[in-house]
T-cell receptor
Framework: GDSVTQMEGPVTLSEEAFLTINCTYT??????LFWYVQYPGEGLQLLLK?????DKGSNKGFEATYRKETTSFHLEKGSVQVSDSAVYFCALSDQANAGKSTFGDGTTLTVKP | DTAVSQTPKYLVTQMGNDKSIKCEQNLGHDTMYWYKQDSKKFLKIMFSYNNKELIINETVPNRFSPKSPDKAHLNLHINSLELGDSAVYFC??????????????FGPGTRLTVL
């Protein structure tokens, strides 16, 4: 079945540090890939997405590239801010599986001033 | 205007009780979902409806029964609540299947505590 493996957290960084959160996946078909962010006490919201190999999703300074050869979708940001503190979820949706979404376990990021 | 709303936001109840959580979306989407998030933040899909038809039904105890009266609403009824049902339940919606890149819009969550 489909699965998503995320870098274990928690991750603690200083403001302006470089961020990488690793995400690899296993899917039966050709999935779409997503990063969602959950701020404290809120629901998840889409951060970025990519629907085919070599696509790069980007938003709010965050980027991730769909790498089919390594089955990866790593999240990066060049300079994090305190306001980026949140839980980040990598997810895939597979058309071959009724469009069901599979989420990674989430990575908690804390950015200190 | 709230895109996906859930009521109630907090629900505290005794073991053995029956409770319902309501979800409404005003985005005109045709697909709605229920997710369960445990205390470690792990997120698992429970159910998905497309145009009021059940399309995903994960391994969920049959004490949980979803009901979609129309495309804009998806309610979750839970019978005989157990301690292990304590979690945050999220409703979400999308236009069409997410497998073609459609994003999900999540509600604010309902924190259920079973005593």
């Amino acid at each position: 079945g489909d699965s998503v493996t995320q870098m274990e957290g928690p991750v603690t960084l200083s403001e302006e540090a470089f961020l990488t959160i690793n995400c690899t996946y296993t899917a039966t078909g050709y999935p779409s890939l997503f990063w969602y962010v959950q701020y404290p006490g809120e629901g998840l919201q889409l951060l970025l997405k990519a629907t085919k190999a070599d696509d790069k999703g980007s938003n709010k300074g965050f980027e991730a590239t769909y790498r089919k050869e390594t089955t990866s979708f790593h999240l990066e940001k060049g300079s994090v801010q305190v306001s980026d503190s949140a839980v980040y979820f990598c997810a895939l949706s597979d058309q071959a599986n009724a469009g069901k979404s599979t989420f990674g376990d989430g990575t908690t990021l804390t950015v200190k001033p | 205007d709230t895109a996906v709303s859930q009521t109630p936001k907090y629900l505290v109840t005794q073991m053995g009780n029956d409770k319902s959580i309501k979800c409404e979306q005003n985005l005109g989407h045709d697909t709605m979902y229920w997710y369960k998030q445990d205390s470690k933040k792990f997120l698992k899909i429970m159910f998905s409806y497309n145009n009021k038809e059940l399309i995903i039904n994960e391994t969920v105890p049959n004490r949980f029964s979803p009901k979609s009266p129309d495309k804009a609403h998806l309610n979750l009824h839970i019978n005989s609540l157990e301690l292990g049902d304590s979690a945050v339940y999220f409703c979400a919606s999308s236009q069409g299947y997410t497998g073609i890149g459609n994003e999900q819009f999540f509600g604010p969550g309902t924190r259920l505590t079973v005593l």
